[in-house]
């Protein structure tokens, strides 16, 4: 009777559905949240630099630490799903910093040429985007897809700025159509991998 007892108290505990660890849970999460506050961000400064060049300089220049931070709390999240909890948190801010710095000296660059009138208004926010695309894109290579695509509405948008007119509606049509991917997406491999955990336990 006892070992019946026993038998009956583990069937529960075995017949269980495994979960996602709640680490990538987290992870997976901070990279969507990640990759829309910064499209939204992008998209204001579009805006701003819409219909003034001054203010979009200023915000642009805020917006590089913004990318910064983004990027170090990207890759942590990247380290930690992959298991690779021995990447120290000063290793990332050191290459970040290098990787976003360069970003910050080359828009200044743009700031100097655009001082000297060497470019005009519309150009240096071109320059400008497409610097801080390339930037964004380059690092999304190394921590993840999520912040590639960051640099790829960045640079289309440069382009529509440069060869449409109404570009605002195309911008915003792009940012939701990124964000619904992407959270598309990320459900898609979360359900992917529950069922062949599930199929795994099945198996078993």
């Known amino acids: 009777m006892e070992d019946e007892k026993s038998n009956e108290s583990l069937e529960p505990s075995q017949s269980k559905e495994p979960q996602e660890p709640p680490l990538r849970k987290m992870t997976v999460w901070l990279d969507e949240s990640v ?3 910064l499209l939204l961000l992008s998209l204001a400064g579009i805006v701003i630099s819409a219909y003034s060049s001054q203010g979009g300089y200023f915000f642009w220049l805020v917006m590089i630490p913004i ?4 990027a ?3 890759s942590r999240a990247q380290a930690r799903r992959a298991g690779e909890s021995d990447v120290s948190i000063k290793t990332l801010l050191c290459f970040e910093t290098l990787h976003w710095g360069g970003v910050l000296l080359a828009v200044i660059a743009v700031f100097v040429l655009r001082h000297k009138e060497i470019v005009d208004d519309v150009t240096a926010v071109l320059d400008i985007l497409l610097v ?3 930037g964004t894109y380059l690092n999304g290579i190394r921590i993840g897809w999520r912040f590639s695509l960051i640099g790829v509405f960045l640079g289309t ?7 449409v007119e109404q ?3 195309l911008a915003i049509l792009i940012a939701v159509i990124f964000i619904l991917f992407s959270l598309y997406w990320g459900k898609r491999k979360r359900t992917i991998r529950q069922q062949s955990a599930q199929d ?3 198996a078993s």
């Open 157 to 163: 948008t440069a382009m529509l700025i440069a060869y």
């Open 200 to 202: 795994i336990h099945h």
């Open 132 to 134: 801080i695309a390339l």
């Open 67 to 70: 990318f910064w931070l983004g």
């Open 35 to 37: 990759l829309i506050v």
């Open 167 to 169: 570009f605002l509606p």
């Open 72 to 74: 170090v709390l990207s």
